[in-house]
């Protein structure tokens, strides 16, 4: 049985992409180049053919550097933005193309925490009224004890006091405010939260209370993350399987043990060696060279192959695909397809 | 419950009491004194009919021989005319009495029909964005190519013709507020507008889409009430262009008529007897309406001043 709920595939990213235009309307298009006016849409490609499965009671973290498409993949299964290409099927319907009240029923099983507690919670509404308004907005039946019992529950859940709802958010600390932005996602009773970095905005101290408090709710009440972040200590407490993002492709894709024990991509290496360690008196890091590429201009071929040590005329002329690996990872490099790699 | 409630009250009128806001305003001295005068001219407007000595609005109650008085402390004025008498032998204190309280009317309910178009079209366009954005920006933008005393005039100078002087006396006042109220809203469209497109960012207007709820209340319960300091600026200096606007259309005689006078037409009726030495008629309404002008706008600065985010850290 148990089997059998942790192979529901609840979340299926298929050939996801988004770009951004950058000129908006027929002027912004015309540019001057060596003496003549051409026409030419540039747009960022944010996202580019991602692909992933999330399992019921799976915690699937989504790490990469600054601008490398993650937040954007997190807005895209909430449904803020709708993909360019692509699909994304939840629970076996596609849910990108949905718009006002059919996505009502989706909302009430899916939620997202932001990253910023300060931004996220109106600061004109008490704490009250901002875990109110979502059970009655999806519970037009309930009474009004109903609503005060929920509310108050939600927050003893978090480990918010019921007696400070009468307060604003500018009288909570930052922790305290993401407890609260948690305990507003969970009055609807989701069954899949998305999480786009929150704790990256907390101070040190208090980021293992908040993603103690997330394990919790996953416990009880069976949870399936998304989570995106770019700690890769906290992956390895938090994740079941990692995404590694690159320029907003999906290097590479495991469960966290395997990634962690055995990575296989280039560009995961590097992160990997990139974090601190007590025990190393002298790290031997893996020393990326040069910057990101912009996402404009996306490069022919793999998007890694500008700082990656293995690249060869192949890497350049060729874009990798994702090929499963013998131990269930995939992997898209064609150096390790090739073996090139030890 | 009611326990709760009790604290809730007692802690709004203690937050407001200890607020930034009512600390500014204790330590402005111009702003306390503004905000004096403008309370005392709103009251004795408010309270005109029991105040003024008699209703200006009544022909039988006053006497063409008692015509063009002078103020009483001039000596060769009547004790019973504070302010002298206008060229029909009415009482000027009453009639300014009267003539604010018309000018205010219409002041505050013309920003009222201002604020509610350009708030909501504001909204809209900040919100929505895309093309119905455009649409409503580009019309903001014509509406505001033409000046507001233009497109009064010519609204005011045609109704008039068309509908006759007496069926246009009768209705002014309400022509008067929808005018200067339809012409003016681009200020607030804008201004609010301007004020969407930097809340709309903000993750709690994320999250209360993701919360599903719907534009409609997105708008209202969550962009409004954020966006609401503009909105109070704008608000007090509009309510002192309008009745100055009021005042130009009634000058101008496509106004208050002359029997349900407003401080604008007031000043236009003692205008025609300023050079026979009756300078009473137009010069203390005249200053009425400065004073109050000037302390609204006096009350609009400090407003700018202690909400402006840039000047001030809450």
């Given at each position: 049985?148990?089997?059998?709920?942790?192979?529901?595939?609840?979340?299926?990213?298929?050939?996801?992409?988004?770009?951004?235009?950058?000129?908006?309307?027929?002027?912004?298009?015309?540019?001057?180049?060596?003496?003549?006016?051409?026409?030419?849409?540039?747009?960022?490609?944010?996202?580019?053919?991602?692909?992933?499965?999330?399992?019921?009671?799976?915690?699937?973290?989504?790490?990469?550097?600054?601008?490398?498409?993650?937040?954007?993949?997190?807005?895209?299964?909430?449904?803020?933005?709708?993909?360019?290409?692509?699909?994304?099927?939840?629970?076996?319907?596609?849910?990108?193309?949905?718009?006002?009240?059919?996505?009502?029923?989706?909302?009430?099983?899916?939620?997202?925490?932001?990253?910023?507690?300060?931004?996220?919670?109106?600061?004109?509404?008490?704490?009250?009224?901002?875990?109110?308004?979502?059970?009655?907005?999806?519970?037009?039946?309930?009474?009004?004890?109903?609503?005060?019992?929920?509310?108050?529950?939600?927050?003893?859940?978090?480990?918010?006091?019921?007696?400070?709802?009468?307060?604003?958010?500018?009288?909570?600390?930052?922790?305290?405010?993401?407890?609260?932005?948690?305990?507003?996602?969970?009055?609807?009773?989701?069954?899949?939260?998305?999480?786009?970095?929150?704790?990256?905005?907390?101070?040190?101290?208090?980021?293992?209370?908040?993603?103690?408090?997330?394990?919790?709710?996953?416990?009880?009440?069976?949870?399936?993350?998304?989570?995106?972040?770019?700690?890769?200590?906290?992956?390895?407490?938090?994740?079941?399987?990692?995404?590694?993002?690159?320029?907003?492709?999906?290097?590479?894709?495991?469960?966290?043990?395997?990634?962690?024990?055995?990575?296989?991509?280039?560009?995961?290496?590097?992160?990997?060696?990139?974090?601190?360690?007590?025990?190393?008196?002298?790290?031997?890091?893996?020393?990326?060279?040069?910057?990101?590429?912009?996402?404009?201009?996306?490069?022919?071929?793999?998007?890694?192959?500008?700082?990656?040590?293995?690249?060869?005329?192949?890497?350049?002329?060729?874009?990798?695909?994702?090929?499963?690996?013998?131990?269930?990872?995939?992997?898209?490099?064609?150096?390790?397809?090739?073996?090139?790699?030890? | 419950?009611?326990?709760?409630?009790?604290?809730?009250?007692?802690?709004?009128?203690?937050?407001?009491?200890?607020?930034?806001?009512?600390?500014?305003?204790?330590?402005?001295?111009?702003?306390?004194?503004?905000?004096?005068?403008?309370?005392?001219?709103?009251?004795?407007?408010?309270?005109?009919?029991?105040?003024?000595?008699?209703?200006?609005?009544?022909?039988?109650?006053?006497?063409?021989?008692?015509?063009?008085?002078?103020?009483?402390?001039?000596?060769?004025?009547?004790?019973?005319?504070?302010?002298?008498?206008?060229?029909?032998?009415?009482?000027?204190?009453?009639?300014?009495?009267?003539?604010?309280?018309?000018?205010?009317?219409?002041?505050?309910?013309?920003?009222?029909?201002?604020?509610?178009?350009?708030?909501?079209?504001?909204?809209?366009?900040?919100?929505?964005?895309?093309?119905?954005?455009?649409?409503?920006?580009?019309?903001?933008?014509?509406?505001?190519?033409?000046?507001?005393?233009?497109?009064?005039?010519?609204?005011?100078?045609?109704?008039?013709?068309?509908?006759?002087?007496?069926?246009?006396?009768?209705?002014?006042?309400?022509?008067?507020?929808?005018?200067?109220?339809?012409?003016?809203?681009?200020?607030?469209?804008?201004?609010?507008?301007?004020?969407?497109?930097?809340?709309?960012?903000?993750?709690?207007?994320?999250?209360?889409?993701?919360?599903?709820?719907?534009?409609?209340?997105?708008?209202?319960?969550?962009?409004?009430?954020?966006?609401?300091?503009?909105?109070?600026?704008?608000?007090?200096?509009?309510?002192?262009?309008?009745?100055?606007?009021?005042?130009?259309?009634?000058?101008?005689?496509?106004?208050?008529?002359?029997?349900?006078p407003s401080l604008g037409s007031l000043i236009s009726s003692g205008f025609d007897y300023i050079f026979s030495g009756s300078w009473w008629i137009t010069t203390i309404p005249g200053i009425v309406l400065v004073v109050l002008v000037l302390v609204i706008n006096l009350l609009g600065d400090w407003m700018r001043d202690v909400l402006n985010p840039k000047l001030y850290k809450g």
């Amino acid at each position: 049985m148990k089997q059998d709920m942790s192979n529901h595939v609840l979340l299926e990213l298929e050939n996801l992409s988004k770009s951004f235009d950058l000129d908006h309307g027929f002027l912004d298009t015309l540019k001057f180049k060596k003496g003549r006016i051409v026409s030419e849409k540039r747009s960022v490609h944010a996202v580019n053919n991602v692909s992933l499965k999330i399992h019921k009671g799976e915690a699937l973290c989504v790490v990469g550097e600054s601008g490398c498409g993650k937040s954007t993949v997190a807005r895209l299964v909430a449904g803020l933005i709708s993909p360019t290409k692509g699909a994304i099927h939840y629970d076996g319907q596609r849910i990108d193309a949905l718009k006002g009240k059919d996505l009502l029923p989706l909302r009430k099983r899916m939620q997202m925490i932001f990253q910023n507690p300060y931004a996220s919670l109106n600061p004109r509404m008490t704490i009250q009224q901002a875990l109110e308004e979502p059970v009655r907005h999806h519970n037009p039946s309930f009474s009004r004890d109903d609503v005060q019992d929920k509310v108050a529950n939600v927050m003893r859940s978090v480990g918010v006091d019921p007696s400070w709802a009468a307060r604003y958010p500018h009288e909570f600390s930052g922790g305290q405010r993401q407890r609260i932005a948690i305990a507003r996602a969970l009055t609807v009773d989701p069954e899949f939260v998305i999480a786009d970095e929150p704790i990256s905005a907390l101070d040190v101290s208090i980021q293992a209370q908040v993603l103690n408090l997330m394990l919790e709710a996953k416990e009880e009440r069976g949870l399936t993350y998304l989570f995106i972040t770019h700690d890769l200590s906290v992956v390895q407490h938090f994740g079941t399987r990692v995404a590694v993002l690159y320029l907003g492709s999906v290097c590479e894709y495991a469960d966290t043990a395997t990634l962690f024990s055995n990575p296989k991509h280039p560009y995961t290496r590097a992160l990997l060696s990139a974090v601190p360690q007590l025990s190393d008196d002298k790290p031997n890091h893996i020393r990326l060279k040069g910057e990101i590429p912009t996402p404009i201009n996306l490069p022919k071929g793999c998007p890694f192959q500008s700082r990656c040590s293995y690249s060869n005329p192949r890497c350049s002329a060729e874009l990798p695909v994702a090929i499963e690996q013998a131990d269930g990872s995939v992997v898209a490099c064609h150096a390790v397809e090739e073996g090139r790699i030890d | 419950m009611s326990m709760m409630s009790d604290h809730q009250s007692n802690s709004l009128f203690s937050r407001i009491m200890d607020s930034n806001i009512t600390y500014s305003f204790k330590r402005n001295p111009v702003a306390i004194i503004s905000m004096v005068i403008f309370l005392l001219i709103a009251f004795a407007a408010a309270f005109a009919p029991l105040i003024a000595p008699t209703d200006p609005y009544d022909p039988s109650l006053y006497d063409i021989l008692d015509s063009e008085l002078p103020p009483a402390w001039t000596g060769q004025g009547d004790e019973k005319f504070l302010f002298g008498t206008d060229d029909q032998g009415r009482d000027l204190w009453s009639a300014i009495l009267y003539g604010t309280r018309t000018s205010l009317i219409i002041g505050i309910c013309a920003v009222l029909v201002q604020a509610f178009l350009g708030i909501s079209i504001g909204l809209i366009s900040g919100y929505l964005g895309g093309r119905i954005d455009n649409i409503l920006m580009r019309f903001a933008d014509i509406q505001l190519s033409f000046s507001t005393l233009m497109v009064a005039i010519i609204f005011l100078a045609v109704s008039q013709a068309l509908f006759g002087s007496d069926t246009f006396n009768k209705y002014a006042l309400f022509m008067l507020v929808g005018v200067i109220g339809i012409a003016e809203w681009p200020q607030y469209a804008r201004t609010v507008r301007a004020t969407v497109l930097a809340e709309k960012k903000k993750e709690y207007v994320d999250s209360a889409r993701v919360l599903g709820f719907s534009p409609v209340r997105i708008m209202i319960r969550h962009i409004l009430p954020n966006s609401l300091s503009p909105i109070f600026v704008i608000s007090t200096v509009q309510v002192a262009n309008a009745i100055v606007s009021e005042a130009s259309l009634s000058f101008l005689g496509l106004g208050m008529p002359v029997s349900q006078p407003s401080l604008g037409s007031l000043i236009s009726s003692g205008f025609d007897y300023i050079f026979s030495g009756s300078w009473w008629i137009t010069t203390i309404p005249g200053i009425v309406l400065v004073v109050l002008v000037l302390v609204i706008n006096l009350l609009g600065d400090w407003m700018r001043d202690v909400l402006n985010p840039k000047l001030y850290k809450g």
